[in-house]
């Protein structure tokens, strides 16, 4: 079975059902939110692996969730089939960033080696401190976390999946 998530980015996951009329409640997971607007053509990843092609009738945002209604779900029960879905748009049509800037999907699963080429390991998660990012680096044994800065990760090749850091001292050591 093929993975229908790979080549697609997601921008919302459908939390809940809302009203009557067919609409559900999504959290939105794009740092764009305004790229909902004229957006209509999207992909709902299905908790069980499916995948389908919908079609956005109408959005708006409450209290900092989308809530987005979908050609052919006009009723709670229609929509109650798309809970727990991710509503995707393909890699192709992702926002355009500045050089040097990365979307969470290009960074998880990248390798982190030091300068020297001693691998730390895979990039599982990104935490968002409110300074710099901080990079979850699971090695398979331990768990680094490295902050995700210019003086830090030197070298960020998404092309290859790599990222090269130069760690101060004491960095990776507990």
């Known amino acids: ?18 009203g009557l009329r067919g609409e559900v409640v999504a959290h939105v997971l794009t740092d764009f939110p305004e790229r ?31 809530v987005l209604k979908f050609a052919g779900f006009d009723t709670i029960e229609s929509a109650e089939e798309l809970r ?6 393909p890699e192709s049509e992702a926002v355009e960033l500045e050089d040097d800037t990365f979307f969470q999907w290009q960074i998880e699963g990248c390798s982190v080696e030091t300068i020297e080429g001693k691998p730390l390991g895979t990039v599982t998660g990104i935490l968002r401190t409110g300074a710099a990012d901080v990079l979850t680096v699971n090695s398979g044994v331990t768990e680094y976390l490295i902050p995700f800065a210019e003086a830090i990760c030197v070298e960020v090749d998404i092309e290859n999946k790599i990222i090269r850091v130069d760690p101060p001292e004491g960095l990776l050591e507990f």
């Open 36 to 66: 909902f607007d004229g957006l209509v053509d999207v992909i709902a990843l299905l908790p069980n692996g499916t995948r389908r092609d919908l079609k956005i009738e109408e959005h708006r945002f409450q209290k900092g969730r989308a």
């Open 84 to 89: 727990d879905a991710e509503v995707a748009v």
């Open 1 to 18: 079975m093929t993975d229908e998530r790979e080549g697609h980015v997601t921008i919302a996951k459908i939390t809940k059902t809302r």
